[in-house]
């Protein structure tokens, strides 16, 4: 089950404070698309979690990396929402590697915004014989597997993206405000080295 890649942070980070230096894009395609059309999902502050399916093997569940941990509440909701017989019925004969963020109570200190007295998972990208899914056809995966897909916020450029965020974006989970925004290019782009270009922007960047 292939890791989800590091989302690149839109700007270099000043040393001593951590915060953006706005104007100085981590990568020289963010500054030359950063005009274009954007599509940006809400951030969830929870955990990443990889759900992996191979037909003749089965199912895999984990975090970002084969070595992070999932607490046990958390995993067994997970085993809840992904029954083999429910991979089976919707990918028969297809491997799957669906990507999402498990997040609620006792998952990062503001879990309990989102939830109070559980936890879920919501879809944010899916892999399928090495391409990347479009949104719609993310979209329609999780309603076909019963689960959340992360909602778009808005669409539009860098600049839109960073005025919203200097205005506060709130959450779509109730009231408070979003972690951040993840922005991805409406068309699915990547680097000269092949790697995915999407970025994410938080509250506390700036």
Request: charged share 25%; with cysteine; aromatic share 12%.
């Amino acid at each position: 089950m292939k890791e989800y890649h590091k989302i690149q942070s839109l700007f270099k980070r000043d040393e001593k404070t951590h915060k953006f230096i706005v104007g100085e894009y981590s990568l020289p395609e963010l500054y030359y698309l950063r005009d274009n059309e954007w599509t940006m999902t809400e951030k969830i502050d929870g955990t990443n979690i990889r759900i992996g399916w191979i037909p003749e093997v089965g199912k895999k569940v984990g975090g970002r990396t084969d070595n992070a941990q999932t607490p046990t509440f958390l995993l067994d909701k997970l085993q809840y929402l992904f029954p083999d017989k429910l991979l089976s019925d919707v990918f028969p004969s297809t491997e799957v590697s669906l990507y999402g963020e498990g997040y609620g109570a006792k998952i990062q200190k503001g879990g309990g915004n989102y939830i109070p007295d559980g936890c879920d998972f919501i879809l944010f990208d899916v892999m399928i014989g090495g391409w990347w899914l479009e949104r719609e056809n993310v979209e329609d995966i999780a309603r076909k597997l019963h689960i959340n897909v992360v909602p778009i916020i808005m669409r539009g450029t860098i600049h839109d993206a960073i005025m919203a965020i200097h205005g506060g974006v709130g959450s779509t989970f109730g009231d408070f405000l979003a972690e951040g925004m993840v922005l991805k290019p409406t068309t699915e782009l990547f680097t000269r080295n092949g790697k995915r270009i999407v970025t994410k922007i938080k509250h506390r960047d700036f």
